[in-house]
């Protein structure tokens, strides 16, 4: 099992950036890939991005592409998603999840990321 905990949401104005943290801890062993999600007010959960546990290749959303950045340190066993020139549609509680084969299935608890216009 694995537990991750997300920090460093906030209040940012368009055009700001913020850092998320997702701090990962239990067993890592079968871990295929660790990704953000995010899920605005009334619509679903959607995929932002993504980076493989081992050779780290990263993907993203194509909303999001050149302006996130994921990274991942396999020594502290933490995985970022740096957030630049952020919009008002990127408003939405953010998930970190952990991915096992083709199953995401950990998931922390959120962080809110709320960009005023």
């Known amino acids: 099992q694995v537990q991750l905990v997300e920090s460093g949401g906030g209040l940012v104005q368009a055009g700001g950036s913020l850092r998320l943290s997702c701090a990962v801890s239990g067993r890592l062993s079968s871990t295929y890939a660790m990704g953000w999600f995010r899920q605005a007010p009334g619509k679903e959960r959607k995929f932002v991005a993504a980076?493989?546990?081992?050779?780290?290749?990263?993907y993203y959303e194509d909303s999001v592409k050149g302006r996130f950045t994921i990274s991942r340190d396999n020594a502290t066993n933490t995985v970022i998603l740096q957030m630049d020139s952020l919009k008002p549609e990127d408003t939405a509680i953010y998930y970190c999840?952990?991915?096992?084969?083709?199953?995401?299935?950990?998931w922390g608890q959120g962080t809110q990321v709320t960009v005023s216009s």
């Open positions: 999840a952990e991915k096992k084969g083709s199953w995401w299935g950990s």
């Open positions: 980076i493989s546990w081992v050779g780290g290749s990263t």
